[in-house]
């Protein structure tokens, strides 16, 4: 794919000053060992590890979703393509695609996600929910108003980061926002 993208990024520069972006998607992710990305090439990677896990993190299993994908190895496939190109952008599920009635509470993973992905250079993230904040069960509006914070500063503190959350809730629930935070945290948990 490397490859083919290269070659349409310069037929393509011949006429217009554009670049082409490819998603690099399930057996695409794992980086070429020949071809590079030309200046005119965006890679997507297509983070597929475990959303319960930081994407730094260690801890998941083998079972960290349907796929079988582990951040482990989603880490070894991304960082190689971060050392082979300086366009990357990294696309985020942020929603439990694979059991649509189960939240997908990973939150408090945003701001540790986001700053590993800024340490490695990514220039971009898409963020893919489920669309319908009426549904809540998953705290999307929260999830993409953190999401907005942390990608503006990957650099947070902690301490930043809990404050935009608690400006959110108090926002959103008033006075009963801290007893949604601590279900928020007991669903983390779990």
């Given at each position: ?20 972006y490819f998603i690099a ?166």
């Amino acid at each position: 794919i490397t490859r083919f993208a290269n070659a349409v990024a310069a037929d393509i520069r011949s006429s217009w000053d554009l670049e082409i972006y490819f998603i690099a998607y399930g057996s695409a992710r794992i980086p070429p060992v020949i071809s590079r990305p030309d200046n005119g090439v965006v890679v997507c990677y297509c983070w597929n590890g475990c959303n319960n896990h930081t994407f730094g993190s260690d801890d998941c299993s083998d079972y960290g979703n349907t796929m079988g994908f582990t951040n482990w190895e989603e880490r070894y496939y991304f960082e190689a393509w971060s050392k082979i190109t300086d366009k990357l952008f990294v696309w985020y599920y942020a929603y439990n695609f694979y059991y649509f009635v189960s939240p997908c509470p990973n939150i408090l993973n945003l701001r540790e996600d986001m700053r590993y992905l800024a340490e490695h250079g990514v220039d971009g993230v898409y963020l893919e929910g489920n669309g319908d904040s009426n549904k809540g069960f998953s705290f999307e509006p929260l999830k993409d108003y953190m999401m907005a914070q942390v990608a503006w500063n990957p650099y947070m503190t902690e301490s930043e980061f809990q404050q935009h959350m608690d400006e959110f809730l108090e926002h959103a629930y008033g006075e009963g926002w801290g007893y949604i935070k601590e279900y928020l945290y007991l669903a983390e948990e779990a």
